[in-house]
């Protein structure tokens, strides 16, 4: 009885709760008084700097237990006072409770590489996983695992966990209790977990809400991953070589600086070599994320120089003296200084020996491979890129390291991602079919239900109807094939499992605990035959296989009308993140105008003031609109990371999970657009008004009527649906004929850009791949390079699709705009089953042209049957 009045006055008193606890930044009984006196107030004062390598926050470690945090924790606030560190107990202590945030110097951490699910847990119950690459010096070394991390103030910690694990070995926990402030917490690793190679490097989190029990309320669970301070705590890689370049270190976003050694302006030929390098350094890191700068060396210990040219062009750079004589194709790594990162070096005595040594660095990764390392870690390599799939395979879930489990919780999510080929097509001419194996428990209110999302729309619902519960064994739910896309997708099944004792919300209750939902690992999918063709223009098939630039053909050419250093970085960024996406080096053709060199693919980056205006109108844009929303915009800005001002992490940006690279300047992105007219799409003079003529008399009741019946006999006609009918189905053998055969027109209509868009990214079609041209345009160069860099982030990059994108650098937002007409390309040789498939999926993008043809082989029956039928039976005198 006490008990549950205790809980009925605990649910009414929850928004009285949360208001407070929103007011004073609540961290807990532990941390209230500190979070009320260092987080009250908005402004600098909640600024997170990120303090460079080695200037981190130290915290002494303490031995492991068995069911404890390993280590120490503390609370990262920027009014925190400072003083010496001290060890902390273990969780669940009375000292914990009174434990103070602290400031010292800690040891900077290896970093967790950037991935598309970013760094955030959310729900009751999530898992984040990162490949990580250490040398065999590395792993044999002493090892602790540091994890930073905000919560969400809803987050209950006597409920909550979160759980560290390295090659599926536990290495320590704690409460999640860091609503506001940054809080480190270090695991010590065992000796022998940790191998030289790919290392499984898992966060998992246990939510639970303070107040409300409801399904809803389990949207508001949240921890967030810091990755500037998250990370393997392992000596340097002093053992670095040319296939173990996946051991570089990422910066705080994940990404792997890569600093091109420039001394001069370097000729467009000897550029295309940089940047084929930069894409083989790329493929060996196996990176996800790339940020490359021209200039003076990288300092510090995080990325790594590249220094790129014949031996008569790299005389005299630093690091030139090294390799000793050069008489062929060379490699070199030279280690790390006390003041610069390591330097490869890929050199030659002529421009062919460099081209070949570009070729030997991109073949060294087969020779590493991603099975180095502990088998969890090799198995977790290939599945960052997610699970890749051909059609006409069945795939069980286990294999993408999905387990059975019980679920106590509201709501359990569990998501996993799968890469369908770049030249899918998708369209409504199949489905996958998920076949689910699970159960549910008795007494689940009758809202519940199981919903299967695909790239975050929704695909499918299935009910749980029965009061008593049932486990079942194969429950086919089909998926759209419509809804998957070229490229990277992720599916998420949700199981809603609200219940009558949510409303009362005790938290203490044995019910809270018990089973909801079991779900095996059984679950399999069954995935059909796939039609392989393009569709152009869509970004998603550049995103997923970079695909018009690998097309057989004339050579692809990379546009830089201006080759100044803001727009070569983001070239060069680009064109790493396609070679990761194609899986090769691409062998671009670096030219300074359209109008020059061979007929291939065309990827033109530069400023918008430094493009034709018909390269714009080629694409669907107006040069006029783009001129006037991008006029008055910041001429410089500092691109977030190593290379700009640093301090872009704060409190604020941690909560809403903004990419930390997606951090453009307030300045540079306007907050109001001065008003003008909206552009349509195709371009017509203003409606002039009617001149002002007398009003004509009403019309009398029988006119009405008459006007009425004439205009209904003539919508509902025979001859007239037969006329409509003949037209749609002329023009759908037109549109298919021109599909078939490999041709399409561009679309003429003029498209309306996003004011706030700091880059756009836009395509225009053609007959052939190769004659495709990708536009990456932003106001000026150095918005260019800060917008390239929030780009390639794994989580802006697989969102890409459609005919152009508009994207706003300041937090990573994305504006698609899909094409009015779509035209398939051939990319294999021609076969029945794919012909049938691509002409199943060019039906259904092209529904009125499968209604006309419908309809002509409905009359074309009936016409049949009368000429069979008329000379068939008796006729009547």
């Known amino acids: 009885m006490i008990r549950a009045r205790a809980s009925l ?3 009414r008193l929850r928004p009285l709760a949360l208001a407070a606890g929103l007011a004073l930044g609540w961290t807990g009984p532990a941390n209230l008084g500190a979070a009320a006196q260092s987080f009250l107030g908005s402004g600098p004062a909640e600024r997170l700097t990120v303090p460079p390598s080695g200037d981190a926050l130290r915290v002494p470690a303490q031995p492991a237990g068995p069911a404890n945090t390993a280590g120490s924790a503390s609370s990262v606030g920027p009014a925190g006072p400072a003083g010496p560190a001290k060890p902390a107990p273990a969780e669940g202590g009375a000292e914990a409770a009174r434990r103070a945030p602290v400031q010292a110097t800690i040891p900077a951490a290896r970093r967790l590489p950037a991935g598309t699910r970013g760094y955030r847990l959310s729900g009751e119950e999530d898992v984040l996983r990162f490949p990580v690459y250490l040398t065999d010096a590395q792993a044999r070394g002493a090892a602790r695992l540091r994890v930073s991390y905000l919560s969400a103030i809803s987050v209950a910690p006597e409920f909550s966990e979160l759980t560290g694990l390295v090659n599926g070995t536990k290495v320590g926990w704690t409460r999640i209790q860091a609503p506001g402030a940054v809080k480190v917490v270090e695991f010590t690793i065992p000796e022998g977990v940790l191998r030289g190679g790919y290392n499984a490097v898992t966060f998992t989190a246990s939510q639970r809400h303070r107040v ?58 000897r550029l295309g070599r940089m940047i084929g390098a930069v894409q083989a350094v790329a493929l060996v890191g196996r990176l996800a994320r790339p940020a490359v700068t021209f200039g003076p060396p990288l300092t510090g210990r995080i990325g790594v120089n590249l220094l790129v040219g014949t031996a008569a062009e790299i005389r005299g750079q630093d690091g030139a003296d090294e390799v000793g004589p050069i008489g062929g194709p060379r490699l070199a790594l030279l280690p790390a200084r006390a003041n610069r990162a390591p330097t490869l070096v890929v050199t030659g005595a002529g421009g062919d020996d460099v081209d070949r040594a570009i070729a030997q660095l991109a073949a060294a990764r087969d020779s590493a491979g991603p099975s180095a390392g502990t088998p969890a870690g090799a198995v977790l390599a290939p599945l960052t890129r997610g699970y890749e799939v051909f059609g006409g395979e069945s795939l069980g879930l286990q294999a993408l390291g999905i387990a059975s489990r019980e679920f106590s919780g509201r709501l359990l999510r569990i998501g996993f991602e799968l890469r369908f080929p770049a030249d899918f097509v998708p369209a409504d001419y199949g489905k996958v079919m998920l076949h689910l194996a699970g159960g549910y428990a008795a007494g689940l209110d009758p809202s519940a239900q199981i919903v299967v999302d695909i790239n975050g729309r929704n695909a499918a619902s299935v009910p749980l109807p029965y009061s008593r519960g049932e486990v079942f064994e194969d429950t086919a739910i089909p998926l759209p094939l419509s809804l998957w896309r070229p490229g990277l997708n992720r599916v998420e099944i949700s199981a809603q499992l609200p219940t009558g004792a949510d409303r009362a919300c005790d938290t203490l209750s044995p019910a809270a605990r018990q089973a909801r939902f079991l779900f095996l690992d059984r679950t399999r999918l069954e995935i059909p035959a796939l039609a392989r063709a393009v569709r152009s223009p869509d970004l998603a098939a550049v995103k997923a296989g970079a695909v018009p630039f690998v097309a057989p053909g004339p050579r692809p050419r990379l546009v830089l009308p201006t080759p100044d250093r803001d727009s070569a970085d983001a070239a060069a960024t680009l064109a790493a993140r396609l070679a990761m996406a194609a899986d090769r080096v691409i062998d671009f053709e670096v030219v300074s105008d359209l109008r020059t060199g061979g007929g291939g693919a065309n990827l033109v980056v530069a400023p918008a003031r ?53 951090a453009l300047p307030p300045a540079a992105v306007p907050v109001r657009v001065a008003a003008a007219p909206v552009p349509t799409p195709q371009s017509t003079p203003a409606p002039q008004p009617p001149p002002r003529t007398a ?17 209904l006999r003539g919508a509902n006609s025979i001859t007239q649906i037969l ?21 399409m027109q561009a679309p003429a209509s003029a498209m309306r850009p996003d004011p706030r868009a700091s880059l756009i990214l836009a395509e225009r079609g053609g007959a052939r791949l190769t004659d495709s041209t990708i536009l990456v345009t932003a106001p000026n160069p150095s918005m260019l390079k800060a917008s390239v860099s929030c780009l390639v982030d794994p989580v802006v990059w697989t969102r890409l699709t459609g005919r152009a994108a508009f994207l706003d ?38 529904p009125a042209a499968y209604v006309g043809m419908t309809l002509a082989m409905a009359v074309c029956l009936g016409l049949a049957t009368t000429g069979l039928v008329r000379h068939l039976g008796r006729r009547n005198p």
């Open 809 to 846: 650098a300041s937090d990573g937002s994305l504006s698609l705009v899909q094409p009015e007409r779509v035209g398939l390309i051939e990319t294999r040789a021609r076969s029945l089953p794919n012909l049938r498939l691509v002409s199943a999926a060019w039906l259904s993008l092209n």
């Open 723 to 743: 006329s409509e009918a003949w037209q749609t189905l002329a023009r759908g053998t037109r549109e298919a004929a021109d599909a078939l055969a490999g041709r």
């Open 9 to 11: 006055l605990r649910c």
């Open 695 to 711: 009003p004509a008399p009403p019309a009398s009741d029988q006119e009405l009527v008459a006007r009425w019946d004439e205009s």
């Open 212 to 269: 409300d029990c409801s399904t809803e309320a389990t949207y508001e669970l949240w921890t967030q991953i810091d990755p500037s301070r998250s990370g393997l705590v392992v000596a340097p890689a002093a053992d670095l070589d040319v296939r173990s370049l996946a051991a570089l270190e990422p910066d705080e976003s994940g990404a792997l600086p890569v600093g091109v050694l420039l001394g001069e302006k370097p000729s467009l030929e």
């Open 610 to 662: 430094a493009l034709d205006p018909a390269v714009l109108e080629a694409v669907g844009l107006d040069p006029d609109e783009i001129r006037r929303i991008w006029e008055g915009r910041a001429e410089t800005v500092a691109t977030p990371g190593p290379f700009g001002a640093e301090g872009v992490l704060t409190l604020d940006r941690l909560r809403r999970n903004l990419p930390m690279r997606c």
